[in-house]
């Protein structure tokens, strides 16, 4: 069971120094990993200390990366405000989605925050935790996308809540990066969710800076955006080459790393307003590479149990086909808005089967992650 705290896209784990107290959490599980890679046993996992314990029966919990859904929505969402922008589609269906995210975000924030402090170790834990961590970041990152969707609306409130979101990210950001220095992290639990903190509140942050009208701090977030993914983005690389394959439920974030150079491509054109030169093209070129890899990686994906984790595919989607969307824009084939519906159609279907799937997992019980807490020792 070694990298049994590692499949935390599932559930809940914690190293000694992370929990209170001196029990190790996730050393001991009630079902097999294989079991819950399958998808044939939902997961449950116990407590086993230096002491005797005895364990309180799990219940369900939300966990960081359920953020997810919200960030794949606004994805979603910001796709449909890009394609009314350039005339293809209606605006209100951008509308509704924001509205859409909006609430469903707030849901999941009211849920977690209310779960925080009951946990083994609160919020340091839950920030110094080696999986989900880096999906905290997500929390201020879908509130930017929110702001963004609300300023053609409400310019100035839109802003406001814009800079109070991308302040908070970067802070959080700041905090987390530190944590993973001052902490002795594996490499081998490293995965692509690494990227989200810096590289994607930073490059999110430059286009909603850039929408405000604000081009120099949308500068500075593009190369805090930038450079941290050329930084950690390069370490993260080096270990899905060369250290063993992700744990199963950890396998659907390689589908974060096709968001980088489309952010990053994205960025640029906020910036420049959608100037395509030599810098575009570069972050075009790379984009189409990591899409290539992507579709490598369908035959993996398709032997994977659905969960959570499942809504890392949203967003990172999302991003490549509002990047499309330039494109065509920019391209005008023939028949270019029958191209750029096809691409948003496709998106809209792939996000609402992860919907259909999800609330299918919710009506059976067998979505939100069974968390086991600790009782005192007897």
Same mark, same amino acid.
């Given at each position: 069971m ?7 896209m599932?559930?809940?784990?914690r ?8 029990y190790?959490?996730?050393?001991t ?11 044939t046993?939902?997961?449950v ?8 314990t005895?364990?309180?029966? /799990? ?25 009314a ?5 209606p ?6 989605l ?9 849901v ?7 779960q925080?402090?009951?946990? /083994?170790?609160?919020?340091r834990?839950?920030?110094?935790d ?9 929390? /201020?990152i ?20 814009f800079?109070?979101?991308?302040a ?5 950001a700041? !905090?987390?990066?530190?944590? !993973? ?17 810096a590289?994607?509140?930073?490059l ?8 405000a ?11 805090l955006g ?14 899905l *080459?060369?250290?063993p394959?992700?744990?199963? /439920?950890?396998?659907?974030t ?8 489309a ?15 030599a810098v575009?093209?570069?972050?075009g070129?790379?984009?189409? @590479? ?6 490598? *990686? ?5 032997r @994977? ?16 086909a509002i990047?499309?969307?330039?494109w ?19 998106i ?15 009506a059976s ?14």
């Open positions: 070694d990298h049994a705290r590692d499949m935390g599932g559930f809940r784990g190293s000694n120094c992370q929990a209170a107290g001196s190790d959490v996730a050393q599980a009630t079902v097999s990993v294989s079991e819950f890679a399958e998808g046993q939902p997961p996992f116990a407590v086993e200390g230096s002491m005797n005895r364990t309180a029966q /799990p219940q369900v919990g939300i966990t960081p990366n359920m953020f997810g859904i919200s960030y794949g929505l606004a994805g979603l969402a910001t796709c449909w405000g890009y394609a922008m350039r005339g293809v589609a605006a209100l269906v951008a509308d509704v924001f509205i859409v995210t909006a609430v469903v975000w707030l999941l924030i009211v849920g977690y925050v209310s925080v402090p009951r946990r /083994p170790g609160g919020w834990a839950e920030l110094a080696p999986v989900l961590a880096p999906f905290v970041s997500l929390i /201020p879908v509130g930017m996308l929110l702001a963004t969707g609300l300023m053609p609306h409400a310019p100035t409130a839109g802003r406001w809540l800079a109070v979101f991308a908070a990210t970067t802070i959080l700041g !905090w987390i990066t530190g944590q !993973w220095i001052v902490e002795e992290l594996d490499l081998d639990r490293l995965h692509s969710g690494y990227v989200l903190p590289v994607a509140g930073g999110i942050a430059s286009i909603g800076a850039a929408r009208g604000w081009t120099a701090i949308a500068h500075a977030f593009m190369g930038v450079i941290s993914w050329l930084l950690i983005g390069s370490v993260i690389m080096a270990r *080459l060369f250290r394959r992700l744990p199963a /439920p950890l396998l659907p390689l589908a974060i790393e096709i968001a980088p150079p952010l990053g491509g994205l960025a640029y054109l906020a910036i420049t307003h959608d100037k395509v030169d575009a093209l570069v972050f070129g790379f984009t189409a @590479l990591a899409v290539i890899v992507q579709l490598r *990686l369908i035959p993996v994906y398709r @994977l149990a659905f969960g959570p984790a499942f809504w890392s595919f949203a967003f990172p989607y999302a991003a490549v990047f499309a969307l330039h065509i824009s920019y391209g005008r084939p023939v028949g270019y808005t029958v191209w750029a519906w096809c691409v948003l159609l496709a809209t279907a792939f996000i609402a089967a992860l919907a259909a799937k999800t609330t299918t997992a919710l019980r067998r979505f939100l992650p069974r968390l086991q807490q600790p009782q005192a020792p007897q």
